[in-house]
């Protein structure tokens, strides 16, 4: 259709359409006032034709010729197909998000030790743990307006480079306050790295993988607690807090070569009207693919300058949400954010707590200064417990593609919260008590991946991008709140711990039953 429309608008004012002539019924050729018939011609007068010096026409073994017509850029990535350049850029995605989640969990083990060796108060501690969480939140929502500027590849490898660089510099601080501010830049550049990252994966991944790419990148995250509970197993033992911290940063240091290695998002390039750059990087993820060598060759169209895109984006994104639906919605969701990963990150820091300083006890002020110390069979059972995000994900990705729905996986999340905590205001041994935090581990995290889902298919495709960016910061945000307020929940007693959970899962509960329809489309399929 594009075709015809450009040749169309290529035709001159003065030449007549084509009609039968009425006497033999053959069609006219083209041609124009003069009645002299227009053909393509050379010097010559024959036809132009591809050809080589032999005369034949010359085909490299991938899908285009040699010499192709212009592609959009869409049809170029989606014929690169999936392989070991997909993986690749993938892999690098997937360690950032890694990354934020074994910071997390290094933090639930370090924070109480950090408290008895520094004599720290818990104001103090509170903030040293929420400190890195708070920081995402800003960084979170800078990181696009970034990316857009400035490109996906020098953001995420800056962010990943100051990651490593502020991680290993933590583990050589002498006072709290240094901590404090070397934790609060590791947590803007986690922040930063993690959705450029994700954006150029998905930018260079087609169509029909791309999904599968985001559900593998959100399983991510589970992965990276586990390797942070596992580090804590092994290292924390030997060479104390300061191996622990040290050893994350090293780790996920490879995520850097990745980067270095890989070509700027060609979309990206191509929009800023650098066809020649997004060309060759198309090229290289043919081969990388094993498609072979072949020519690309872009559509050329004028690059649209940054403030005509930004004035476009606002005026889209307030007509979008001046509907009435799309308007509530967008506010259910922040709600939903806030409360689904306030629960996961309040579970996630309560329960190496809970191992540690007592398990049917009240958890008291000289009880948590006599638990500065993480024994091998607390650690085993944190990283037990750890273990089962990345189990609680795929389980909700398969659910979710039942017939039970985006809608309702949530709403059993929400119910399973508040039924596994229940047994939990009683002493129970400690044989029952590890599992049933270990299933409410996996409901809270199950709560949090199934509120992503719903999020990114549940409003307008014009304004999703914003739409999950803008509640990702609020989940982040609410996770600082609930690790600022764990210290002083604790005081209150085991009741307070498992009410406050409770309550705000039955908020999350509340707040979907506003949401009035099912969600569209599939995830995995």
Same mark, same amino acid.
């Given at each position: 259709? $594009?075709?015809?429309?450009?040749?169309?608008?290529?035709?001159?004012?003065?030449?007549?359409?084509?009609?039968?002539?009425?006497?033999?019924?053959?069609?006219?050729?083209?041609?124009?006032?003069?009645?002299?018939?227009?053909?393509?011609?050379?010097?010559?007068?024959?036809?132009?034709?591809?050809?080589?010096? @032999?005369?034949?026409?010359?085909?490299?073994?991938?899908?285009?010729? $040699?010499?192709?017509?212009? $592609?959009?850029?869409?049809?170029?990535?989606?014929?690169? #197909?999936?392989?070991?350049?997909?993986?690749?850029?993938?892999?690098?995605?997937?360690?950032?998000?890694?990354?934020?989640?074994?910071?997390?969990?290094?933090?639930?083990?370090?924070?109480?030790?950090?408290?008895?060796?520094?004599?720290?108060?818990?104001?103090?501690?509170?903030?040293?743990?929420?400190?890195?969480?708070?920081?995402?939140?800003?960084?979170?929502?800078?990181?696009?307006?970034?990316?857009?500027?400035? #490109?996906?590849?020098?953001?995420?490898?800056?962010?990943?480079?100051?990651?490593?660089?502020?991680?290993?510099?933590?583990?050589?601080?002498?006072?709290?306050?240094?901590?404090?501010?070397?934790?609060?830049?590791?947590?803007?550049?986690?922040?930063?790295? @993690?959705?450029?990252?994700?954006?150029?994966?998905?930018?260079?991944?087609?169509?029909?993988?791309?999904?599968?790419?985001?559900?593998?990148?959100?399983? @991510?995250?589970?992965?990276?607690? @586990?390797?942070?509970?596992?580090?804590?197993?092994?290292?924390?033992?030997?060479?104390?807090?300061?191996?622990?911290?040290?050893?994350?940063?090293?780790?996920?240091?490879?995520?850097?070569?990745?980067?270095?290695?890989?070509?700027?998002?060609?979309?990206?390039?191509?929009?800023?009207?650098?066809?020649?750059?997004?060309?060759?990087?198309?090229?290289?993820?043919?081969?990388?693919?094993?498609?072979?060598?072949?020519?690309?060759?872009?559509?050329?169209?004028?690059?649209? =300058?940054?403030?005509?895109? &930004?004035?476009?984006?606002?005026?889209?994104?307030?007509?979008?949400?001046?509907? =009435?639906?799309?308007?509530?919605?967008?506010?259910?969701?922040?709600?939903?954010?806030?409360?689904?990963?306030?629960?996961?990150?309040?579970?996630?820091?309560?329960?190496?707590?809970?191992?540690?300083?007592?398990?049917?006890?009240?958890?008291?002020?000289? &009880?948590?200064?006599?638990?500065?110390?993480?024994?091998?069979?607390?650690?085993?059972?944190?990283?037990?417990?750890?273990?089962?995000?990345?189990?609680?994900?795929?389980?909700?990705?398969?659910?979710?593609?039942?017939?039970?729905?985006?809608?309702?996986?949530?709403?059993?999340?929400?119910? $399973?919260?508040?039924?596994?905590?229940?047994?939990?205001?009683?002493?129970?041994?400690?044989?029952?008590?590890?599992?049933?935090?270990?299933?409410?581990?996996?409901?809270?995290?199950?709560?949090?991946?199934?509120?992503?889902?719903?999020?990114?298919?549940?409003?307008?495709?014009?304004?999703?991008?914003?739409?999950?960016?803008?509640?990702?910061?609020?989940?982040?945000?609410? #996770?600082?709140?609930?690790?600022?307020?764990?210290?002083?929940?604790?005081?209150?007693?085991?009741?307070?711990?498992? #009410?406050?959970?409770?309550?705000?899962?039955?908020?999350?509960?509340?707040?979907?039953?506003?949401?009035?329809?099912?969600?569209?489309?599939?995830?995995?399929?």
């Amino acid at each position: 259709l $594009l075709y015809t429309i450009k040749f169309e608008s290529m035709v001159p004012d003065e030449l007549t359409p084509l009609e039968p002539h009425p006497t033999t019924g053959t069609p006219l050729e083209p041609h124009s006032t003069a009645g002299t018939p227009l053909e393509p011609h050379s010097t010559a007068g024959t036809p132009l034709e591809p050809h080589s010096t @032999a005369g034949t026409p010359l085909e490299p073994p991938g899908d285009f010729p $040699l010499n192709p017509p212009e $592609l959009e850029i869409s049809a170029a990535i989606e014929k690169a #197909g999936c392989g070991c350049g997909t993986v690749l850029y993938g892999t690098a995605s997937t360690l950032l998000v890694c990354l934020e989640g074994a910071e997390v969990v290094i933090s639930t083990v370090v924070g109480p030790m950090l408290r008895c060796e520094w004599d720290l108060s818990s104001f103090q501690l509170s903030l040293l743990q929420s400190t890195a969480l708070i920081s995402m939140v800003v960084s979170g929502l800078l990181s696009s307006h970034l990316a857009d500027s400035f #490109g996906r590849k020098p953001i995420t490898l800056a962010s990943a480079i100051r990651t490593v660089v502020a991680g290993v510099l933590c583990a050589w601080t002498q006072s709290y306050w240094q901590f404090v501010t070397l934790r609060t830049i590791v947590g803007l550049f986690v922040g930063a790295g @993690a959705v450029p990252g994700s954006v150029w994966m998905g930018e260079v991944m087609p169509m029909k993988f791309r999904a599968i790419g985001f559900g593998v990148t959100s399983l @991510a995250w589970g992965i990276g607690a @586990a390797v942070g509970a596992a580090i804590s197993y092994f290292i924390l033992p030997v060479f104390g807090w300061r191996g622990q911290i040290l050893a994350v940063p090293l780790i996920f240091s490879v995520s850097i070569v990745l980067i270095l290695i890989l070509d700027e998002s060609p979309r990206y390039d191509y929009h800023q009207g650098l066809y020649s750059k997004a060309e060759k990087s198309i090229e290289r993820l043919y081969r990388m693919n094993g498609r072979g060598k072949v020519t690309i060759r872009l559509e050329r169209s004028a690059p649209a =300058s940054t403030s005509t895109c &930004s004035r476009l984006t606002i005026n889209r994104l307030l007509h979008e949400l001046r509907s =009435s639906d799309n308007f509530l919605n967008f506010f259910l969701f922040l709600g939903l954010g806030f409360t689904s990963l306030f629960v996961y990150y309040f579970v996630s820091y309560v329960t190496p707590r809970v191992f540690n300083e007592g398990l049917c006890n009240t958890i008291t002020p000289e &009880s948590r200064n006599k638990s500065c110390v993480f024994e091998q069979e607390v650690l085993f059972h944190v990283g037990l417990v750890n273990l089962s995000d990345p189990l609680a994900v795929i389980l909700v990705l398969i659910l979710i593609e039942t017939p039970l729905g985006r809608r309702k996986t949530f709403q059993s999340c929400c119910f $399973l919260v508040l039924l596994l905590s229940l047994p939990l205001y009683w002493c129970l041994p400690k044989q029952a008590m590890i599992p049933l935090v270990l299933l409410i581990k996996m409901a809270s995290a199950g709560l949090g991946c199934s509120y992503i889902v719903l999020s990114m298919e549940y409003m307008p495709t014009l304004i999703r991008a914003f739409v999950a960016v803008v509640t990702t910061s609020v989940g982040r945000a609410g #996770g600082a709140v609930a690790v600022f307020s764990l210290e002083y929940v604790l005081a209150a007693g085991r009741g307070a711990v498992f #009410g406050l959970i409770q309550g705000v899962a039955m908020v999350a509960g509340g707040l979907l039953v506003a949401l009035r329809r099912e969600t569209r489309g599939r995830l995995l399929l």
